[in-house]
Structure formats: C-alpha cells, structure tokens
C-alpha cells in the first residue's frame, strides 16, 4: 500500500511487449509516473508514441496473444 494516502494512481516501470516477427518488441517501455489526488495528468506524443497502449495497459485491455505487461500500478493503494 502506498504511504502517501494523497497519492491516487502509482506506475511504476510499465512496460508493454508486443510479438512482432518471432520476437518480442517493448512497444511501452519502463513508464513511471505518480498521480495525486486533484491533479490532471495529461500524456501527449506524436502518433504511435504509446499514449493508448499505456491506457489500455493500466485498464487491463491488452488481449493480444503472445502480449506481456509488466511493471506496477497501484490505484489508491490497490495493484490494479
């Protein structure tokens, strides 16, 4: 559990691999970042930079075979 009862959404190391021509491709690469309570965060990149792929991982929503995600978030205090 997190210390900081302030701190609403931890990541920590989020990495997202992808299978991609018999190996795999970290598509989402070591991604930390630590949300508190009435803070906006917003992520900005140029297309195919991660942005969904992150979002997708923190909602569990990566389905596609063969995919790992790794890494830690925490939702007020809870692994998601």
């Known amino acids: 559990m997190d210390a900081d ?3 609403l959404l ?3 190391d989020l990495t997202v691999a992808l299978p991609v021509g018999g190996r795999m491709v ?3 690469d070591s991604v930390s970042f630590t949300l508190g309570a009435r803070e906006i965060l917003g992520i900005v990149g140029e297309s195919g ?6 979002a997708l991982a923190l909602m ?3 389905d596609a075979p063969g995919a790992r995600v ?11």
């Open 5 to 7: 009862p302030d701190i």
């Open 49 to 54: 930079s991660g942005k969904s792929m992150t």
């Open 70 to 80: 790794t890494g830690s978030a925490r939702f007020k205090g809870r692994e998601l």
């Open 60 to 62: 569990g929503l990566i």
């Open 26 to 28: 970290d598509v989402i």
């Open 10 to 12: 931890s990541v920590r």
